[in-house]
């Protein structure tokens, strides 16, 4: 027998309404949720992991820039993160974003993938889903309490210490089964494992980092161009997995309800078929700190035309070169028994001095920028909108807008590491060499070897005609990160202007055979 309802056409008005799924700008507007967890001491591996405190951290530090409430866990037991799991379910309301970072071990069993705490006791296969936290279970739970997004970025195809106790290989992670509104990433491919890179971050998170920061993208999309250029920098031998249903516009950056204008989002070249060869293996020297003086800017020479370029300028690519000695903290490098070259009277002809760009009343119409002023009208001492529009205003080419947003937002926190790098930046590029190389100290003395750092610092280095600096700090950030395009194309510019010509080449070939927009990225630099 069927049972008909009749419904008030106002209810069932309302009831229409509440199943729609939510529009891009209530998705901007939720609540964000995050748990951000680096387990790095697994007491059965030979040697603790080196990447997943500092992945987690960064990670951390960019979702609270973009909005989201987060807690961050180090080296949790099975009963920390499971308790951890439910303070996040506790604080997801009806159509907030919920979002899960995990960095460590990672285990398939059962067609299930399962996060493996650090205390895990794990000598078989049942031993993985009794001592695992399962994604599926996780995702599902999510999805109970009322999520309208949840994402879930995993960096565990890891080789591990346990899969060789009941497997002759290791099987990597599952395909997952999620709920509508899912968006997952795993750091390599479906039942693969990669090794770590050696550094003290993963490929991986650089990349992600890198584009969850460009100014209008959607998920999917930053999420798709984290892919191609992991794929690109490892030579493919290490391609993240995605799988996506979500059923609305999501943006990592708050307040973007549509691609971005301007050429901010750019179609990526498909990977370079074949690697250049490796560079040969030569020992640097050890550097030893010293303070370096730049020489005051050239006055500005306005060229024709100022594209838009991404901000900070770190393309992480592959690369055999051997990694510089261990820097001191909070020093500024110089090669070892080479005395700091003396400041010269203005820049080189090589590096030119940008305009600054196009005015705030220009820019006003922009949707990311307009919505961040809007947030700075009602409060403005916003920290983490002056950063993003500090960001936008850079990506757009408008640098001295950029440098101001990045001015206050040092203000409100004047131990902003991020907003001193990219106020170096910024300030390098417009070609305020002595204030930007204050600025990439500083931020060097917060955070010692801090790469996106000493990249900036070798740029301006390398634009004040200093290339013997120039070299040391892209040594540096290459020890650090040995896969960084932009420290090993700069690196080359700087062999070359120091005389050594072959080893020159070899550092720009191998870079723009790994991104061949490096050439172009370096001109917008005002570095030719």
């Known amino acids: 027998m069927r049972i008909h309802f009749i419904f008030p056409v106002t209810l069932l008005a309302s009831l229409m309404l509440s199943l729609m799924p939510l529009s891009p700008l209530a998705a901007a507007g939720a609540d964000r949720f995050a748990l951000v967890i680096g387990n790095a001491k697994y007491p059965d591996a030979d040697a603790p992991l080196k990447e997943p405190i500092n992945d987690a951290h960064d990670v951390a530090d960019e979702l609270k820039r973009d909005g989201f409430n987060v807690e961050v866990g180090e080296n949790m037991t099975g009963d920390a993160m499971r308790r951890g799991f439910d303070r996040l379910y506790g604080r997801i309301k009806p159509g907030s974003v919920a979002l899960i970072f995990f960095s460590g071990f990672g285990i398939q069993s059962s067609r299930q993938s399962y996060l493996i705490p650090v205390d895990a006791q794990i000598w078989t296969e049942p031993d993985v889903r009794r001592d695992g936290i399962s994604l599926e279970i996780v995702l599902g739970e999510i999805n109970n309490r009322g999520a309208g997004v949840k994402i879930a970025l995993i960096d565990a195809s890891r080789r591990n210490p346990f899969e060789r106790r009941f497997r002759s290989f290791s099987a990597g992670l599952a395909p997952v089964i999620a709920p509508n509104g899912t968006l997952v990433m795993y750091s390599a491919a479906l039942s693969s494992v990669i090794s770590e890179n050696g550094g003290d971050h993963s490929l991986f998170v650089q990349e992600l980092l890198k584009e969850i920061r460009v100014p209008g993208l959607m998920a999917e999309e930053a999420l798709e161009r984290t892919r191609v250029g992991v794929s690109r920098a490892s030579r493919r031998e290490q391609v993240p997995s995605i799988s996506s249903s979500l059923a609305e516009d999501f943006s990592f950056i708050p307040g973007v309800g549509g691609p971005p204008s301007g050429p901010t989002v750019a179609t990526l070249p498909p990977p370079t078929p074949e690697p250049a060869p490796a560079p040969p293996h030569v020992e640097p020297s050890a550097p030893k700190p010293v303070e370096v003086s730049v020489p005051p800017p050239a006055a500005p020479v306005t060229p024709a035309v100022t594209p838009p370029v991404p901000i900070p300028p770190t393309t992480p690519a592959a690369t055999a070169t051997t990694p510089a000695a261990t820097m001191p903290a909070a020093t500024v490098p110089t090669p070892a028994a080479t005395p700091a070259p003396s400041p010269v009277a203005t820049a080189p002809d090589t590096a030119e001095t940008k305009s600054d760009g196009p005015t705030a009343l220009a820019l006003a119409d922009d949707p990311t920028i307009k919505s961040l002023t809007a947030?700075?009208?009602?409060?403005?001492?916003?920290?983490?909108?002056?950063?993003?529009?500090?960001?936008?205003?850079?990506?757009?080419?408008a640098y001295s807008l950029a440098v101001k947003d990045f001015d206050d937002t040092i203000r409100?926190?004047?131990?902003?590491?991020?907003?001193?790098?990219?106020?170096?930046?910024?300030?390098?590029?417009?070609?305020?060499?002595?204030?930007?190389?204050?600025?990439?100290?500083e931020a060097l003395r917060l955070r010692p070897n801090f790469v996106d750092a000493l990249d900036s610092r070798g740029l301006v280095n390398l634009k004040s005609g200093q290339a013997k600096n120039a070299i040391a700090d892209f040594d540096a950030a290459l020890?650090?990160?040995p896969r960084l395009t932009s420290s090993l194309y700069g690196r080359g510019l700087a062999k070359q202007r120091n005389g050594s010509i072959g080893e020159g080449e070899l550092d720009i070939s191998n870079a723009k055979a790994m991104d061949p927009n490096i050439v172009k990225e370096f001109a917008d630099y005002g570095v030719r």
């Open 375 to 397: 947030k700075l009208a009602d409060n403005p001492d916003d920290q983490n909108a002056l950063y993003r529009r500090g960001q936008v205003y850079a990506s757009k080419g």
């Open 412 to 441: 409100l926190n004047p131990k902003d590491v991020e907003a001193f790098n990219n106020r170096c930046w910024a300030r390098t590029i417009i070609g305020d060499l002595q204030a930007a190389l204050k600025d990439c100290n």
């Open 479 to 481: 020890k650090i990160n």
